[in-house]
């Protein structure tokens, strides 16, 4: 079963299957065109599923529609309409809406890469300084994304319960000061850039590596995540952290075809053709990391990565790689950004520079780390340290484990694969 918005189906049709991809396209669109005419983002998220449910009872017997994000948002619409009157709103937003519906009837939700761009704002709503930190990055993957509770509660590595809690609250502060749907300017934007660039950054990580589904990666996330992060940039042209943050996007998504193998499966960096990596993307990239190393300051974690990234990319071969540098980068990255992922992926440098047991040591010391305990990507890393060790019973272990907390079956796969190749002589 899929699940879309708040409800399960089952895809047993071509209409079905049509729906589902129709609502992952243009979700995050119809939430954002609907929260710029209601002016509230948890009303928007829910016309936008109420108009599903339509789609779901017609589609199926009428056939998709020529325009079906055209036809989802002027559906909408009428329920919001609906809405307005059950509730005895004020008649002028009445008119406001049936004009608006009459004049944009058959016209596709906009998507084009401007200030006004509907996502944007919406990112921007989602960050208001309003809410904490931590809600307006969930509330904006929930709503921009489309993003399960349970995917953003891996994301943040804490409890989904606390998730659902910050983004229901979240929705409730938002309506209740009534916060205005647009993009703010000035030092406002300022204060809200260091979230916006948060979710962007998110937004992009789940697209690469999916949390959960059959799906190696959301591709329409990444490209979502890129438009923004280059819209963001062109915002604010002297901030280099944005600057960072598109460059690590860039060379992070040159790789995107060469991460998936004929039959969807995941094909690992060093295992990697790089002659299928998007030069052109690699290009922008470190130009987007000159920009933010010109702009001067102190590197933010972003451009750090984004340096990182630049290592593997300036790499024609896996052996050419500078490790020693990337793990004293990652340690630059602890300095800045602390945190057990990145000293787990620092151990992975470690290993690669100067021998896995030096990998493993440090492994080893961050698995009592409570942020860690379900991550599978801690016994994913210590089992292929652990390889190489020729360790390979303790390895299997691992893998096996690892493959136990994935939620993402092409990856469960990958790692049952790797626990029953440690059988192997």
């Known amino acids: 079963m899929a699940r879309l918005g708040r409800i399960w189906v089952t895809p ?132 921009l994304c489309g993003l399960t509770t349970k995917e953003i509660a891996r994301a943040f590595l804490v409890p989904e319960a606390t998730i659902a809690q910050r983004i229901v609250r979240a929705k409730e502060t938002l309506a209740r000061k009534r916060i205005p749907f647009e993009a703010p300017s000035g030092a406002e934007l300022a204060a ?19 949390t959960a589904g059959d799906d190696w990666m959301r591709t329409e996330l990444c490209e979502d995540a890129l438009r923004l992060g280059r819209i963001v940039a062109g915002l604010v042209p002297d901030e280099p952290e944005a600057h960072g943050l598109v460059a690590l996007l860039e060379i992070q998504a040159s790789r995107a075809a060469a991460r998936i193998g004929r039959t969807g499966e995941p094909v690992l960096l060093l295992e990697q053709d790089r002659a299928r990596w998007d030069q052109l993307l690699i290009r922008r990239g470190l130009a987007a990391l000159a920009r933010a190393e010109e702009l001067g300051g102190e590197p933010g974690p972003y451009a750090v990565q984004a340096a990182i990234a630049a290592c593997h990319a300036r790499a024609r071969t896996p052996e050419e790689t500078d490790w020693a540098r990337i793990a004293a980068i990652y340690e630059a990255l602890a300095d800045i950004s602390p945190s057990p992922v990145v000293e787990l992926n620092r151990a992975v440098a470690v290993s690669m520079a100067f021998g896995p047991e030096h990998g493993l040591n440090l492994v080893d010391q961050l698995t009592a780390e409570p942020a860690l305990q379900n991550y599978h990507l801690l016994p994913s890393v210590r089992g292929d340290l652990l390889v190489k060790l020729g360790r390979r019973a303790e390895a299997r272990a691992e893998f096996e484990r690892a493959a136990s907390l994935t939620a993402n079956e092409r990856e469960r796969a990958l790692l049952q694969d790797r626990a029953q190749a440690c059988d192997q002589p």
């Open 192 to 210: 809200r850039l260091p979230s916006v660039l948060e979710v962007v950054y998110l937004v992009f990580n789940e697209g690469y590596a999916a």
């Open 12 to 143: 047993v049709s071509e209409a079905h299957r049509a729906i589902e991809a129709v609502w992952r396209i243009e979700a995050a669109r119809l939430i954002a065109g609907l929260a710029r005419i209601v002016q509230d983002v948890g009303l928007a998220e829910e016309l936008a599923q109420d108009a599903l449910v339509i789609a779901l009872e017609k589609w199926p017997e009428a056939g998709v529609p020529p325009n079906p994000g055209a036809w989802l948002m002027s559906t909408a619409k009428h329920r919001a309409i609906d809405q307005l009157r059950r509730n005895q709103r004020l008649e002028r937003k009445q008119d406001e809406l049936g004009r608006e519906l009459e004049h944009h009837r058959d016209v596709e939700i906009d998507a084009g890469p401007d200030f006004g761009d509907d996502l944007l704002r919406l990112v921007f709503t989602a960050c208001h300084p309003v809410l904490s930190t931590e809600a307006r990055v969930a509330l904006a993957l929930r709503v």
